[in-house]
């Protein structure tokens, strides 16, 4: 198997790369500014942005490098990591009783070889009182995370059912990026 890279810090991507078998990785982070061109749909700027961190990232010419890229979207607009607990209060509260989207974008970067694609799922949020949100946000699990919530923790308290890929909103969609190893002639079964 070539050496893997996996260009991010987050621990969950680590997490899920290990579930999937993947144990003898390399973690290098790539420093890259995460802007986009207006006008792209959701999957569109998670798939740029998840490219220029393959781009950003430094591999050796038989590494596969991993890049990803997740994004909460509410209608159109995009949901980031909460800036204090206010803001985290706010978005949980616009999230309730609502559907929203998760968004990853993906790439492997081999040499010159790029492949970048990515997966959505819709998320659906039970009603849940103001004070149910800040004891939430008073465990301080919604604070580094797009959305501010994990589904991983207590955050799954608050979601009433998922359409699509679970590890898509932990981060990684871990089947459809089994496959796109498998283009790259690492197969995981």
């Not at 991983?152 to 009433?160: H, I, K, M, N, S």
């Amino acid at each position: 198997m070539p050496q893997i890279v996996l260009a991010s810090g987050s621990p969950r991507r680590r997490e899920l790369l290990e579930r999937i078998g993947v144990t003898n990785f390399l973690v290098r982070v790539p420093e890259v500014e995460e802007n986009f061109p207006e006008g792209l749909t959701p999957p569109e700027v998670v798939e740029f942005i998840s490219r220029e961190k393959a781009e950003a990232s430094l591999c050796g010419p038989d590494e596969i490098v991993i890049t990803a890229d997740t994004m909460v979207f509410l209608d159109d607009s995009r949901l980031g990591k909460p800036r204090d607990e206010a803001h985290a209060l706010e978005m949980l509260t616009a999230l309730q009783g609502r559907r929203h989207t998760v968004c990853t974008g993906v790439t492997l970067r081999q040499g010159d070889h790029y492949q970048t694609e990515s997966e959505s799922t819709g998320v659906f949020f039970r009603s849940a009182t103001q004070k149910e949100l800040r004891r939430y946000i008073a465990t301080g699990e919604p604070m580094d995370k797009a959305g501010a919530y994990g589904v991983q923790g207590r955050g799954a308290l608050l979601v009433e059912r998922l359409e699509g890929d679970f590890f898509n909103v932990m981060g990684l969609p871990v089947l459809r990026l089994a496959r796109m190893l498998e283009r790259f002639g690492v197969h995981l079964l």
